[in-house]
């Protein structure tokens, strides 16, 4: 998979500026809850696109800490300006094996339907933060209009290319995968919230890690 993004970084980076999506970005960020001075880390940050977005959140006292395991995607995020600054880090890394600990808030967006062991990868991120932060999920799914299902069925196989998900429907792998992240998530959580975007096209939860008097 790491081969078809370094192919298509500079396509993948303009898709994901598409002005639609900004919205809901923002929505995933506003979930975490952050603060100023805050240490966020992005599983999966492709080119960025969510980096200015965190960076405003947590100010220049914070940290954005973006992880991607292909280093073209890195590439193309460190020329935007606004997705760069002392204030933001870059780190080629395996997002199922982050090697941060102790941060304010996780973000995943379009990511989670992408791993074999969706679970065990929540598990990761929540172990990465501490006890009152946020963890926050973004995925494209499956809504009532059809038309968009069809869209999402394409979606799937453009995401996870020459990935096998499944011998019969790509989309209802992802499904499934996407959903045992969702459980995980609500397992390890509390505070938990979840809302829907574009028709239901779209869907975020949120949780905090229980433990800590932050909210």
Same mark, same amino acid.
């Given at each position: ?5 370094? *192919? ?16 809901? *970005?923002?929505s995933a ?25 965190? *960076?405003?959140?947590?100010?220049? @006292? ?17 020329? #935007? ?14 997002? @199922? ?11 995943? @967006? ?11 990868v929540v ?33 799937? $196989? ?11 429907? #790509?989309?209802?792998?992802f499904e ?16 938990? $919230? ?13 949780? @905090? ?7």
């Amino acid at each position: 998979m790491s081969e078809f993004y370094k *192919r298509w970084a500079t396509v993948y980076d303009r898709l994901a500026r598409l002005p639609g999506l900004r919205s809901w *970005r923002a929505s995933a960020v506003d979930a975490l809850g952050l603060s100023p001075g805050d240490t966020v880390a992005e599983m999966g940050c492709g080119t960025g696109a969510n980096v200015p977005e965190l *960076r405003e959140r947590v100010g220049p @006292t914070g940290q954005v800490v973006g992880l991607d395991i292909t280093r073209e995607m890195l590439r193309a995020a460190r020329r #935007h300006p606004d997705r760069t600054g002392p204030s933001v880090d870059y780190l080629r890394a395996d997002a @199922t094996r982050p090697p941060v600990r102790n941060v304010d808030a996780v973000l995943g @967006t379009f990511v989670a339907g992408l791993f074999p062991d969706p679970a065990a990868v929540v598990d990761a991120w929540c172990d990465c933060v501490v006890p009152g932060g946020r963890v926050a999920l973004l995925n494209f799914q499956r809504s009532d209009a059809v038309p968009l299902n069809l869209a999402f069925e394409g979606f799937v $196989r453009l995401s996870a290319p020459g990935a096998r998900l499944s011998t019969d429907s #790509h989309a209802d792998a992802f499904e499934r995968r996407v959903a045992a992240a969702r459980r995980r998530l609500t397992e390890r959580t509390v505070d938990r $919230r979840y809302e829907t975007f574009g028709g239901g096209f779209l869907g975020l939860v949120s949780g @905090t890690v229980p433990g800590g008097d932050r909210q």
